[in-house]
């Protein structure tokens, strides 16, 4: 299969975890753009959909999916996006869309996480693709610095500002053998608004597309 091929699988094979009368959240980046494509087909069982940035927002209206504010739905049953990076243990890097903030609270307010992705996002060590971060523009420096001492390379996101009005560091030369803990020492860090690293709200079902197929590890 082509990589598209296999987004499109893995994102029709999420469908079977929408229940009738739900209102879910989906993520976004071209693999949570082929899930949103493939709701189409289920739309009427929606009760609506949280987003998790303005451009999956956007896409979904146009499918003609309500989309809804996390604050008036409480908790969501079900979470369906894509990874930069997974591990085995369902730890994962997000976030090379810049959504990750918003990603992670939707996430957070699920029941069920359930990634989605192709074969070549599993890793068994996560860092290889450069881990961002979201920070407010006036600690960029501060911030900068104290990921120096914990070993990365942080690189300013040129000409990208989030949804929420801040700027990316996307932090190389990392080899996350603890995701939880250093997820945990970023949080810590003044100036950080979210790290991309989905460990501590790791996802709970992960949809693997390879040539032989979907594959579901749990």
Known sequence: MTPN??????????????????VIGVGTGSTAN???????KIKSKLDGVVASSVASAERLKKHGIPVLELNSTGGLPLYVDGADESTKHLHLIKGGGGALTREKIVAAAS???????DDTKLVDVLGRFPLPVEVIPMARSYVAREIVKLGGQPVLREGFTTDNGNI?????????????????????I????????????RADVLLLAGDQGVKTLT
């Open 34 to 40: 082929c899930f949103i494509d493939a709701l189409v």
């Open 168 to 188: 990316i560091l996307d932090v190389h030369n990392l080899r996350i053998l603890n995701p939880v803990e250093l997820e945990e020492k970023l949080d810590h």
């Open 190 to 201: 003044a100036g950080i608004v979210t790290n991309g690293l989905f460990a501590r709200r």
């Open 111 to 117: 029941k069920k996480f359930v990634c989605i992705a």
């Open 5 to 22: 091929e296999k987004k499109q699988a893995v994102a029709e094979a999420a469908l079977a975890y929408v229940e009738s009368g739900w």
